[in-house]
């Protein structure tokens, strides 16, 4: 959580409208406070950058960059910022790519404001949201939640047991339990079976 009351909220999407209506809802919520919009990827990066908000509420769809680009950029960047993914996307394709990529949250834009609104505030605390019935079917097709994706993720891109807990900021011990816990998941006896498997069923990107 932020250190003062305030949470600070950037909106990223590419359609004025749509950053009107949330920064009139965010707006009217006790705690939240409106500090940037931007309409593009490029845009919320220097927005991030400037302002240092402790939330981005994103869509997916950005005109130069699509928002799972943009979000691994942030948090490579930015790795303590929030990021609540706002899109039209009902897929667990999407929202796969989306929580790899280490957004805290992923919302459709036919969502209540007052369930936003909880995504917003629990990302601070690092508590993530998925839609119900989203939630459903993507754990059909991933067994891994989303943190085990952020360690397989990095897992694949060869980074050592210490070195995944130093990027996520969890202790290597931590990041071994996960390690362990994704090979019991996938059936698999090693990293580069765990890798092989993720990368063949897309729940990562070949990273160059």
């Known amino acids: 959580?932020?250190?003062?009351?305030?949470?600070?909220?950037?909106?990223?999407?590419?359609?004025?409208?749509?950053?009107?209506?949330?920064?009139?809802?965010?707006?009217?919520?006790?705690?939240?406070?409106?500090?940037?919009?931007?309409?593009?990827?490029q845009s919320a990066?220097?927005?991030?950058?400037?302002?240092?908000?402790?939330?981005?509420?994103?869509?997916?769809?950005?005109?130069?960059?699509?928002?799972?680009?943009v979000t691994r950029r942030l948090k490579r960047e930015f790795p303590e910022l929030a990021i609540v993914i706002l899109t039209i996307h009902d897929d667990t394709q999407y929202l796969a790519e989306a929580l790899q990529a280490g957004a805290t949250a992923y919302c459709l834009k036919d969502v209540e404001p007052d369930v936003l609104v909880g995504a917003i505030r629990n990302a601070c605390r690092g508590v993530g949201y998925v839609p119900p019935a989203l939630a459903r079917s993507a754990s059909e097709r991933i067994p891994l939640t989303s943190r085990e994706l952020e360690v397989l993720e990095r897992l694949a891109r060869g980074l050592s047991n210490r070195q995944i807990g130093s990027?996520?900021?969890?202790?290597?011990?931590?990041?071994?339990n996960h390690i362990s816990n994704i090979f019991a998941k996938l059936g698999v006896q090693d990293r580069t079976q765990a890798a092989l498997h993720a990368l063949q069923r897309g729940w990562i990107r070949r990273t160059p």
């Open 1 to 41: 959580m932020p250190s003062g009351s305030q949470i600070r909220v950037a909106i990223a999407d590419d359609h004025a409208l749509v950053r009107e209506g949330l920064r009139r809802v965010l707006g009217l919520e006790p705690g939240l406070e409106v500090v940037a919009e931007a309409s593009d990827g």
């Open 45 to 69: 990066w220097e927005a991030c950058q400037r302002e240092r908000p402790d939330v981005l509420v994103l869509d997916l769809t950005m005109p130069d960059q699509n928002g799972v680009e």
């Open 167 to 176: 990027e996520l900021h969890i202790s290597e011990k931590t990041a071994r």
